[in-house]
């Protein structure tokens, strides 16, 4: 049983609360009248000695305090160290500011740089059984390029900052895909950065290695759409203390993808031709390279077995007129 009272002596401004009767349950709050008549008012002296207050322990108690009389309720059981309310799973969800700070901060941490594969041809002189011959040989060299200085420049071309030109470039459908994608390979220990993103006409002209037409990449060109509707991405690992260590890491990332672009809703179009390129599954750019692969199978089925049929109804007509008697002349 929980009761509170006011205190002796004390001058409240608003109504008093009551205290609860001895046989009252303690999960109701009893108030009194909110205008009760005037209670004359007893003296120390008067009262009885069990009842008089003590003037050396009593503390006076401060001025228009309010009491209000507490109740619990034995459903509800007080907890002695309450945690804060967990905060929701992904707080990204309706955030758009926050999905391009997450894609940013991959950006961010990803060197700019990529192996680019040159070849050289050179003339030589060699004699050969007595003969002099002049030939051409190929050298193939795999130089490390750094393009740090390329979205910089292409953001500065556009008046805008790097962090709206290569994400904020970026549609916003895939861009919420490629977040969730992206967080389900950190949270597998893959660490994936971002190398490149968007990119319009000029940046992917400056671009090197195997890229698409200025205006036909599906980064962002015009022909695509432009800014805002840019639908792939180049993706690489940044686990290991080396570029080896890197490079051995990517090419673990890449074949993770590989295997989990269903659930992840992206793919790698181009495969090893350009690895680390990824774009929407369900998207043109994928349908194109990595779906026509099956229907060309399905139509080099599909002749071959026109053909066999062929073959064998030729066969046939062979037999047959082998067999054919040839009618003889009247005689």
């Known amino acids: 049983m929980v009761s509170a009272a006011a205190p002796a002596g004390s001058d ?3 109504p008093e609360a009551a205290v609860a009767p001895a046989g009252a349950p303690i999960n109701k709050v009893v108030m009194a009248d909110p205008e009760p008549p005037e209670t004359p008012r007893v003296s120390a002296a008067a009262a009885p000695a069990s009842e008089a207050p003590s003037l050396v322990s009593a503390p006076t108690p401060p001025p228009e305090t309010r009491i209000q009389l507490a109740s619990v309720s034995p459903s509800d059981p007080v907890k002695d160290d309450p945690k804060p309310a ?8 309706a955030a758009e500011s926050c999905i391009d700070d997450y894609l940013w901060s991959l950006y961010e941490r990803a060197p700019k740089v990529d192996v680019n594969k040159v070849t050289e041809q050179s003339k030589e002189t060699v004699k050969k059984d007595g003969k002099t011959r002049t030939i051409t040989k190929t050298i193939i060299k795999f130089v490390l390029g750094d393009f740090t200085w390329k979205d910089p420049a292409a953001a500065k071309r556009a008046n805008m900052s790097l962090k709206d030109y290569v994400i904020g470039g970026l549609d916003p459908g895939f861009k919420l895909t490629l977040y969730h994608a992206l967080r389900a390979m950190d949270d597998a220990g ?7 993103a968007f990119r319009d006409d000029y940046r992917q002209s400056i671009a090197s290695g195997n890229v698409a037409a200025s205006d036909s990449s599906y980064h962002g060109g015009s022909r695509r759409g432009g800014y805002g509707h840019a639908l792939a991405v180049d993706i690489v690992s940044v686990k290991g203390e080396n570029r080896t260590q ?10 993770w993808i590989d295997a989990h672009e269903k659930e992840l809703g992206i793919g790698r179009p181009y495969l090893d031709k350009d690895p680390p390129h990824v774009g929407p599954i369900d998207g043109k750019e994928y349908a194109d390279k990595r779906g026509r692969t099956a229907v060309q199978k399905a139509g080099l089925q599909a002749n071959h077995t026109q053909e066999a049929g062929s073959e064998t109804k030729k066969r046939r007509v062979k037999i047959v007129s082998t067999h054919r008697r040839v009618p003889q002349p009247v005689q």
């Open 86 to 93: 967990a905060r929701p799973v992904d707080e990204c969800l």
């Open 246 to 255: 890197r490079t051995a890491s990517s090419e673990v990332l890449w074949k």
């Open 12 to 14: 409240l401004g608003g």
């Open 190 to 196: 893959l660490m994936p950065g971002i190398t490149s």
